[in-house]
């Protein structure tokens, strides 16, 4: 059974960093495209970012609003996935969750499992 | 980058009722579509990719058809479970987007 579960969130202030973690289970974590997508209370759902998979070298991909604050990782040996938080803002208010990306050029890059989420509140 | 557009943004049905929500795209994304449900304070889950291909284990009584600009998300007829929120999402580029959702409300 694939899992997913999230974890690290927490209150922080505006400035300041964190770290999330995603520890992966009943799959083979290295097959996979790994993305962050996030939602602020009460609003829509804004993708984040990628890590591709170890054929493609594990390479990232940013959303604009996080780019150069925010940085995608991955840990083969413990099936962990991160989300490094640096100079947050109130506006990355938000419950984070992770997905694993179905990678199949058939049937395209769609998330198909997702995590319970975690929640990250900047604030003084 | 690709704008996603939903609508309607809340619509009110009643069980046993069809109802239609459609998804349009600012460019060509193909098939690249996939539809997803999410209920308050669970996390999104997938029901459709590919535009119309149904994700195993999602009944029958929801389907997704279209090919751009304008993909639909069809309940054959509503059951006590749907009511929730559901977006569309494309894969074909980066940045990947979400329609901004539709509550689909109790009549």
């Known amino acids: 059974e694939v899992q997913l579960v999230e974890s690290g969130g927490g209150l922080v202030q505006p400035g300041g960093s964190l770290r999330l973690s995603c520890a992966a289970s009943g799959f083979t974590f290295s097959d996979h495209y790994m993305d962050w997508v996030r939602q602020a209370p009460g609003k829509g759902l804004e993708w984040v970012g990628r890590t591709r998979n170890k054929a493609n070298s594990y390479t990232t991909e940013y959303a604009a609003s996080v780019k150069g604050r925010f940085t995608i990782s991955r840990d083969e040996s413990k099936n962990s996935l991160y989300l490094h938080m640096n100079s947050l803002k109130t506006e990355d208010t938000a419950v984070y969750y992770c997905a694993r990306v179905n990678v199949n050029v058939l049937t395209g890059y769609h998330f198909d499992y997702w995590g319970q989420g975690t929640l990250v509140t900047a604030s003084s | 980058d690709i704008q996603m557009t939903q609508s309607p943004s809340t619509l009110s049905a009643s069980v046993g009722d069809r109802v239609t929500i459609t998804c349009r795209t600012s460019?060509?994304?193909?098939?690249?579509l996939a539809w997803y449900q999410q209920k308050p304070g669970k996390a999104p889950k997938l029901l459709i990719y590919?535009?119309?291909s149904l994700e195993s284990g999602v009944p029958s009584r929801f389907s997704g058809s279209g090919s751009g600009p304008e993909f639909t998300l069809t309940i054959s007829s509503l059951q006590p479970d749907d009511f929730a929120t559901y977006y569309c999402q494309q894969y074909k580029s980066y940045p990947i987007t979400f329609g901004q959702g539709t509550r689909l409300e109790i009549e």
């Open positions: 590919k535009a119309s």
């Open positions: 460019q060509s994304i193909s098939s690249n």
